[in-house]
């Protein structure tokens, strides 16, 4: 492109060349927004994500139910005073990650513990009631978590998520 | 593509991986170093155009395949969901379906230039016949993924293409039923098709790379028809022909733009708003524009064998072409009467186009035998003839010559041919519509909505009267499936709150379950929910309504439509005219009389409707005046209630429509400045040519 012709005005020319060079990166960077965005969520799987309820009464002590909520399983558990108690005893320094038990549950209602079920190692589903810590134990790789869903041993970094939710009566809560 | 290169790159590290695969020495032969005639016009531009076609319809196609359903009872609905709920997904569906359209248009233009020119004489016969082949190919291609939404269109023009090979002889039911995977058209035949549509296009790809090789063997024909003898009649590929191709491609993508933004049912048929039905055949059956001229063949032959070979002999005798016509001019520039002849074969195309969009009856079965043997005949008599009898004019002796021969007043025409050719593409796809004709209808008067044009938005205190109509009085008959309660609270619609929409919902009783007992039960709605029912499935429908189930009402001002007739077709095209939907459900719910006129009479349980086709209609007069109270004063009369719930069906069918004219407006200025940046680009590279 640069021949001799070019010497004769080279500002006015490079400024177009440069001009036109940069329209077209504006177009392609605005062509490339939708071809991405797209593939987020769709409008109607935003819309089923929304809050649920559900109604704690019939768990007793010491059962637990699992839940859907944006497609990952929530355990609740009822736990039993044996499993609070271990839960708060515990001595934070001995903890991969350190969380009191009272961050994990809401106030007044110690009984009940709401986590994702889901390994923060690699993704898998802890089973319930097993493990030495009275928690979950993730079959996969072996992690364990105790009764507080805090990780207690094996590979995962952290403990299981608490999801957001509140207590609309003693015997109801809304997740999300 | 043009044997080895000398090309070495600088860079260390390109050099080692150059030593081990020359990939940017080919790069360079084919795409900086080609040597390209420097008189080529901007028809040559469309072999650039149809590349960018290819890469945006295989994009574009494998992102609607990440959403799509393939399945016959999930297809329709999810191509409505991606219309309605993928982020962007109208403008991607948009994109893809007039895409095919615009590739076609491309194709035919490139198709015509390499006839005018003579691009398939020797040594360019293998580069032609690859060029039927990808053509062949994107027949296939285009009419697979026409059936994929699942539309009565889609359905009956997929019976209808798989059995023109029932008239092969012995073994016709044999191939029909292989391809259909069943005793019918059905899911397995969808499935395939999908799997198919997804495939073809990377043979297409691989047929392309076989083009532009055998292109770059042979070199590049241009408009003298002479090839290049001394550097002086090429200049390199990059920049010339590259920045020349880019200001090709711009314009073109305006021209695209007006359909994806403005017009992105013009080219399509509202029949394939209705479900596939396979109890019901459209009243019309018409494919696609770009099939047209071949289904005109088809139709005037009165023999089903004759008929189907006659439309493939159509194609398959562009093969011979380069033997048909052994004239050793090549540009029809400086052949007198293969000029004259080359234009009536165009206008010949066209009229045959127009003719396959008409029903096949009276003055134009005869006009499509008449013009069914004159294609023929170009190919067979004129042609052959030609090169025997016809005196060229001489040739000029280099491409240079013809360069400084005629760098005066070329602009003036290229600009007029092109305008002729765009009007001349509109006729013919325009034609398309006049085939939707309305037996026994009286077209509905067109109306002025807010909606229409290019700047059209709906009228908020319309759609919320028109809710309100729909909730008082359709749906207690009608459903409106595709749309969600959280609907009401999206941009460009309604304009309820998340909270008013919510509230709204709850105001209904939606059946959910089971339960844990296993039991299913009522909930009040929310706003994730869709418009509920009134029957629980079709049958219980019809039952309740006299035989008939109401047709659901979310894609209906889409769904509908009425002859608009030449050539109000063709300005059409440029007022963006797209209300014919809406004009006519306007009317459908305004046209009832009570007594039908004098010597008309409709059967029991029906109803006599002025615009309705046919005019007895199972519907009864759903609206009376005071029937429904707005809370704004507007005025409680049928022509209100129609005129309100016809805008909110319109929503209903397109929720989107604000954004597609929001963001074709911004589209529109971006690709108008950059053309006209391109065109001093491109001016400023070439001055150096000159």
Known sequence: ?176 | MSGPSDFQPSNPALKWIERRLPIFGLIHSSFVAYPTPRNLNYWWTFGAILSMMLGLQILTGVILAMHYTPHADLAFKSVELIVRDVNYGWLLRNMHACGASMFFFAVYIHMFRGLYYGSYKEPREVLWILGVIIYLLMMATGFMGYVLPWGQMSFWGATVITNLFSAVPYFGESIVTLLWGGYSVGNPTLNRFFSLHYLLPFVIAGVVVLHIWALHVAGQNNPAGVEPKTEKDTVPFTPYATIKDAFGVSCFLIFFAWFIFYMPNYLGDADNYIPANPGVTPAHIVPEWYYLPFYAILRSIPNKLAGVVAMFSAIIILCFLPWLDSARTRSSKYRPLAKQFFWIFVVVCILLGYLGSQPPEGIYVIAGRILTVCYFAYFLIVLPLLARIETPRPVPNSIADDVLAKSKGRAATAASVMLAMVVAGSLLVGGTQNAKAEEGGDNPPAQSWSFSGPFGKYDRGSLQRGLKVYKEVCSACHSLNYVAFRNLADPGGPGYSEAQAAAFASEYKIKDGPNDQGEMFERPGRTADYFPAPFPNEQAAAAANGGKAPPDLSLMAKARSYKRGFPQFVFDFFTQYQEQGPDYVDAILQGFEDKPPAGVTVPDGTYYNKYFPGHAIKMPKPLSDGQVTFDDGSPATVKQYAHDVTTFLMWAAEPHMEARKRIGMQVFFFLVVFAILMYFTKRKVWADAH
């Open chain 1, 1 to 176: 492109m640069t021949t001799a012709s070019s010497a004769d005005h080279p500002t006015r020319r490079d400024f177009l060349f440069v001009a036109t060079g940069a329209a077209a990166a504006v177009g392609a960077a605005a062509t490339v927004w939708p071809l991405v965005a797209q593939m987020n969520p769709d409008a109607a799987t935003i819309a089923a994500g929304a809050p649920i309820q559900v109604d704690l009464a019939p768990i007793a002590e010491g059962q637990d139910i699992k839940v859907f909520w944006r497609g990952k399983p929530i355990y609740i558990s009822h736990r039993t005073k044996k499993q609070i108690q271990e839960a708060q005893s515990v001595a934070l320094s001995s903890l991969p990650d350190p969380q009191p038990d009272s961050a994990r549950v809401k106030a007044g209602h110690d009984q009940w513990l709401v986590v994702i079920g889901i390994c923060t190692h690699l993704g898998c589903i802890p089973i319930a009631h097993e493990g030495n810590y009275d928690g979950f134990f993730c079959p996969c790789h072996g992690s364990q978590y105790d009764s507080s869903g805090r990780i207690r041993q094996g590979p995962a970094p952290a403990n299981l998520a608490v999801p957001p939710y509140a207590f609309l009566s003693d015997t109801k809560i809304q997740i999300g």
